[in-house]
């Protein structure tokens, strides 16, 4: 009698072992996935930009950029000219247009931190966040 309620809690505490284990194994996956894209939204494309924007700079200077698709367009050509930017394909290039102009752009977005201070402040324009660099 005895022996058989010390295997049961034996049991009981190699289930609960494992369930807690199991526990910060997902907190740590869930981490991990989020500091993976750097700020950057986690949308179609975001990979791409990842590896092909984040070398040189951190993503920083990106997440603090908003722009018209045009010159997003042209700060990837200026970056190509005169930063170092490698040549990117067809595809890629327009994945990464695609993602900055989606995530990054100029938008009525109310979403975006432009439209909340605004909202919030009504001095917004002369209200500078400090540089991420
Ligand atoms: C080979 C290095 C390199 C890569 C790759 C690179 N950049 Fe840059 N980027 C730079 C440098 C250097 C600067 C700073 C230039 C300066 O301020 O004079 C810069 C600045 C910027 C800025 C700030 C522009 C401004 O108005 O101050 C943005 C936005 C930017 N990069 C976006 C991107 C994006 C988007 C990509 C990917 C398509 C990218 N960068 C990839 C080197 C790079």
């Not at 900055?100 to 931190?113: A, D, E, M, R, Y």
Request: proline share 2%; glycine share 4%; aromatic share 10%.
């Amino acid at each position: 009698m005895f022996i058989l309620n010390r295997l049961r809690i034996e049991k009981l505490f190699f289930v609960l072992t494992i369930v807690v284990v199991a526990f910060f194994l997902r907190l740590n996956a869930l981490a991990k996935e989020k500091n993976n894209y750097h700020g950057l939204s986690p949308v179609l494309g975001v990979e791409l930009v990842v590896k092909n924007c984040t070398v040189c700079h951190s993503a920083d200077i990106i997440v603090e950029n908003h722009m018209s698709r045009k010159a997003w367009d042209k700060t990837i050509t200026w970056m190509q000219k005169e930063q170092g930017l490698w040549k990117l394909n067809k595809e890629v290039r327009k994945i990464i247009l695609d993602y900055l102009s989606k995530t990054q752009g100029i938008t009525n977005n109310k979403f975006s931190g432009q439209a909340i201070r605004k909202n919030s402040n009504q001095m917004y324009e002369f209200d500078y966040r400090p540089n991420p660099l």
